[in-house]
C-alpha cells in the first residue's frame, strides 16, 4: 500500500484560548487534489498552517512525506505553498522574474580535496546560475506568465499574480502544493482558467494538491475529495457524497445555498 503524501492524526489547534479546530485526522495519496470547505471561521486557514508548521499546534501529529513534520528538513523544499493573501509593499523594486527565482534552492555539490575547492565553488554557482535562469523561464512559459517577466510585481493584477505565484511553485520540482483561498479576488472566467492550468500541472508534474476554498461548484467539478470543515471534521469523501445537500446543511448550517457557475 503506498504511503500518505500527508498524515494528519488528532490535531487540536488553539490561538490564544479560542480552540480552532479539533481532532481532526485525513490523509493525502500521491496524484490526488483534495478541497478544504466550510464556512467562515471553521479553521480552514488554520489547518493549513498548522500542516506549513507556521503556528503551533496543540495537540496530535502530522506527518510528510513519511517523516514527523519537526523532522523534514531539506524535504521542506518539496512543500508549494500559494496564500490567500500575498502582502507586499507594492513600491519594492523587484521584478516577475527575481520573484519567480526565490523559490529556486541552491543544490549544495560535495567537495573533492581542499585544492579544487575554489574553483568547484565558482563553477558550481555559475552552473547553478544558468540552471535557475532557465528553470524561470520555463516556470513562466507554462504559467502563461513569460511575458510578465521584466515587470514589477506591484503593477500585476490579482489574476496575473496568482500565476506568477505559482509559477514561483514551479521553478523547482515539488511534491505536495497547498493552495489558501488561491483564487480569491479572481472572477469567475480567471478561476476556471486558473484549475484548468492548475489540473494540467498537476497531472504533469505529479503534484498533490490540499486547497482551501469557498467555491464548492468549482470543488466538486476538479476535486478527487474533500474535506468538510467546522473546527472538526464534519464529513470527508468524493465530491458527490461530501457535498450532498445533508453534507453541506450539516458544515454550514441552515441558510446555506449553494451557487451554480454558469459555463458557456
Known amino acids: 500500500m503506498t504511503s500518505p503524501i500527508l498524515k ?8 490564544g484560548n479560542y480552540l480552532a479546530i479539533r481532532d481532526v485526522s485525513f490523509e493525502l495519496l500521491s496524484g490526488t487534489d483534495t478541497a478544504i470547505v466550510g ?29 514527523p513534520l519537526v523532522k523534514l528538513g531539506h524535504l521542506r523544499h518539496l512543500l508549494g505553498y500559494m496564500p490567500q493573501n500575498f502582502i507586499f509593499d507594492r513600491s519594492f523594486p523587484i521584478s516577475v522574474s527575481e520573484l519567480v527565482g526565490l523559490g529556486w534552492v541552491i543544490k549544495r555539490e ?6 579544487k575547492r575554489k574553483n568547484l565553488f ?3 554557482l555559475w552552473r547553478q546560475d544558468r540552471e535557475k535562469s532557465a528553470a524561470v523561464i520555463e516556470a513562466l512559459r507554462r504559467t502563461d506568465a513569460y511575458h ?15 500565476r506568477v505565484l505559482l509559477a514561483y511553485c514551479l521553478v523547482m520540482p515539488r511534491r ?21 492550468l492548475l489540473n ?3 497531472r504533469e508534474e505529479g503534484w498533490t494538491v490540499l486547497q482551501v476554498s469557498h467555491d464548492i461548484d468549482m470543488v466538486s467539478r476538479h476535486c478527487d475529495r ?26 454550514y448550517g441552515p441558510g446555506f445555498s449553494r451557487y451554480q457557475h454558469q459555463h458557456n
Open 226 to 251: 474533500v474535506l468538510c470543515l467546522n473546527q472538526t471534521l464534519v464529513c470527508t469523501g468524493k465530491p458527490e457524497i461530501a457535498l450532498s445537500p445533508q453534507n453541506l446543511l450539516a458544515t
Open 39 to 67: 464556512p467562515n471561521g471553521a479553521g480552514k486557514s488554520t489547518l493549513v498552517k498548522a500542516v506549513l508548521d507556521l503556528i503551533p499546534q496543540s495537540a496530535g501529529t502530522i506527518e510528510i512525506f513519511g517523516r
Open 200 to 202: 494540467e500541472l498537476k
Open 148 to 162: 510578465l517577466q521584466h515587470q514589477a510585481i506591484g503593477t500585476l493584477s490579482g489574476g496575473q499574480l496568482k
Open 122 to 124: 565558482f563553477s558550481s
Open 8 to 15: 494528519v492524526e488528532g490535531l487540536t489547534v488553539y490561538q
Open 176 to 196: 505536495l502544493l497547498i493552495l489558501d483561498e488561491a483564487f480569491a479576488g479572481v472572477d469567475v472566467q480567471g478561476t476556471a482558467d486558473f484549475y484548468a
Open 110 to 115: 560535495r567537495e573533492k580535496g581542499k585544492g
